[in-house]
């Protein structure tokens, strides 16, 4: 288990202290892939270098398997980091070596044969899909061929913990979704415990079980990312997860705004068509989204309701006794 306890992270800078990490905690089990996500800013970055210890926090505690990070030393940190690995988002491979011998790269540093690292990191490329570029530079390849070789590389010593920084960030759609896959597909087959660290709610979507929202260098929600997208309960997880809300309010000409949130099932229910059968009741269809979580469907639609108060209660009370459908007023956009 991957344990963060009460981490705070404080820079000083030439204007002052700049605190980047505040109070968080966090408890991630063994074989999880686990999201972590927040805005620009958030402080992604420094907590998940604070996971692996290339930054020491300032307060707190860093556990793996129950043992403390923060007090061990350089020698204790390196033996530890053979478990904790990391791919980052420009894939930060070494050019003058071969694809093969990127992936030998942390096996050599370990003292492992020469024989043996070649062989292994031939089985590596094997398993994210490169066995004929073993040869190959680098600069031959895609970027999406970039990152499966980093990934083979952050394998090479058995690690426990793969951590993802932004490691999707620099790829296309298509890209994503394959890297995507091959982290679950090794997950599943290896059992390593995937963090991934990213500013994209459709990465969380397609891969975590679990997320953490960081905003401000806080976690200001965690929880299933079938809770999340359900029934996000802060400001941050709502920018997040209904990223377009507030654009289609803006310019809104109703009285009453509502939002309409789908809490999973694999189909929906003509929910407007029935509204207005049912209720003899019209409602604008403001915006919608939806999404596919793990093959659940959730998603949102903002509904402006009639100007009548009655027609507009009836309405409301009418959705929120539908199954599987929650509704909420969105009362910073009244026009």
Do not use: W
């Amino acid at each position: 288990m991957v344990e963060l306890k009460h981490i705070s992270k404080t820079f000083q800078t030439n204007n002052g202290e700049l605190q980047a990490l505040k109070d968080v905690n966090l408890k991630i089990p063994d074989g999880e892939i686990y999201g972590i996500i927040g805005m620009s800013g958030a402080g992604k970055s420094t907590l998940v270098r604070c996971i692996n210890m290339l930054e020491k926090p300032t307060e707190g505690e860093v556990l793996i398997n129950g043992r403390n990070l923060c007090t061990m030393s350089e020698k204790e940190l390196r033996q530890q980091r053979r478990d904790i690995t990391m791919i980052f988002q420009q894939f930060n491979l070494l050019m003058q070596r071969s694809c093969l011998k990127n992936v030998c790269f942390p096996m050599e540093i370990s003292g492992v044969s020469k024989t043996t690292a070649a062989k292994r990191a031939q089985e590596l490329l094997e398993l994210v899909g490169l066995p004929d570029k073993a040869d190959a530079y680098p600069a031959q390849l895609s970027g999406g061929q970039k990152q499966r070789v980093a990934i083979a590389r952050a394998l090479a010593t058995n690690p426990k913990v793969l951590l993802c920084d932004e490691a999707t960030s620099a790829l296309d759609p298509n890209t994503t979704h394959a890297i995507l896959q091959l982290i679950s597909d090794i997950n599943k087959r290896l059992g390593i415990t995937a963090i991934i660290i990213t500013h994209q709610m459709s990465v969380i979507e397609e891969i975590c079980s679990h997320v953490a929202i960081l905003d401000a260098g806080r976690v200001v929600e965690e929880g299933s990312v079938k809770e999340i997208f359900a029934n996000p309960q802060t400001d941050a997880a709502k920018r997040l997860v209904f990223p377009n809300s507030a654009t289609y309010a803006e310019h809104l000409k109703t009285n009453r705004v509502i939002r309409v949130v789908f809490n999973g099932g694999t189909s929906y229910e003509p929910l407007i068509a029935s509204l207005a059968i049912d209720c003899g009741i019209k409602a604008n269809i403001l915006g919608a989204e939806t999404k596919n979580v793990n093959g659940q469907a959730f998603g949102y639609m903002l509904l402006g309701l009639p100007e009548s108060e009655t027609e507009a209660n009836k309405a409301l009370a009418y959705i929120r006794s539908r199954d599987g459908v929650s509704a909420e007023e969105v009362p910073d956009y009244h026009a």
